[in-house]
């Protein structure tokens, strides 16, 4: 009866878990970029229980003896879905949609590298000059270009961006080239880890060129694009979501019976016994 109880115990804070995930998916259902969260779950721990020796070679036995004792399941590991989202047109020359496989760069005011599909930017001026101005995601950090240097702009400057993410800057009849926004493709996703909604970073031990590449160096198949104009959409699915909370209620709500039934069994153990 304690094993039935860990099982169940265990079971009930893995499943906590994945309601809390998918709570936090169905909650950015609408967040520009967001990128959907995916559960991995793996058993806690099995133990083999050995048949009675005169039981083992029975004739006409069709099993095998013994038997696999669980103890219930955690969860291992959150993936990022990193699936196209729906592309939404807005009309507004700052708002960037990557079309593709890769990340846009922004820099942190701790000084961190954070990547994003979040591409609803805007222009802010510098308020060390008025002569130019930085292009902006909408947490107030600066937009890095393929260098890894802020994106600096003329003030008043018209922005043209073209798909591989070039940018030229025009104001009256003088054109700036102003560079390349960064598009950095992840060739290893787990390596990212999720800080603020639609935001992410590298864990702590992996360096940018071992999990990131500059999109404009892979074969042309597989290089991403921009798309000025438009945001791309969260990639969750609502009906799924719901859908799956659904199940994974009614999972949280049989291993919440199994913890009472056990518990039951227990009490009129101990009443017997007394």
Do not use: C, W
Not at 11 to 34: F, H, K, P
């Amino acid at each position: 009866m304690n094993n039935s109880m860990i099982s169940a115990m265990v079971s009930m804070g893995g499943i906590q878990q994945r309601l809390d995930l998918l709570a936090d998916n169905i909650a950015n259902v609408n967040t520009v970029g967001y990128k959907r969260k995916e559960a991995s779950f793996e058993d806690t721990l099995t133990e083999v229980q050995q048949q009675i020796p005169k039981f083992n070679n029975l004739t006409g036995r069709a099993t095998p003896s013994g038997f696999n004792l669980g103890f219930g399941s955690r969860l291992s590991h959150v993936a990022l879905n990193f699936q196209q989202g729906s592309i939404k047109e807005t009309g507004n020359a700052t708002d960037l949609a990557i079309e593709g496989n890769a990340l846009f760069s922004v820099l942190t005011p701790d000084g961190v590298k954070a990547y994003t599909r979040a591409g609803d930017f805007h222009i802010q001026p510098n308020p060390n000059d008025g002569e130019s101005s930085y292009l902006m995601n909408n947490q107030g950090y600066v937009v890095l270009n393929s260098d890894g240097e802020p994106i600096e702009i003329p003030a008043g400057a018209k922005l043209e961006i073209d798909g591989a993410g070039n940018i030229r800057a025009t104001l009256g009849e003088e054109v700036t080239e102003v560079g390349r926004i960064a598009l950095l493709t992840p060739e290893r996703p787990e390596a990212l880890r999720q800080r603020d909604g639609n935001l992410f970073v590298l864990a702590d031990g992996v360096n940018e060129a071992d999990a990131l590449v500059d999109t404009l160096t892979l074969p042309v198949g597989k290089q991403a694009g921009v798309r000025q104009g438009a945001v791309e959409q969260s990639n969750v699915d609502l009906t799924d979501e719901m859908a799956e909370m659904v199940q994974v209620q009614r999972a949280y709500q049989l291993s919440a019976r199994a913890l009472t039934s056990s518990e039951t069994m227990m009490g009129l153990a101990n009443n017997l016994r007394g």
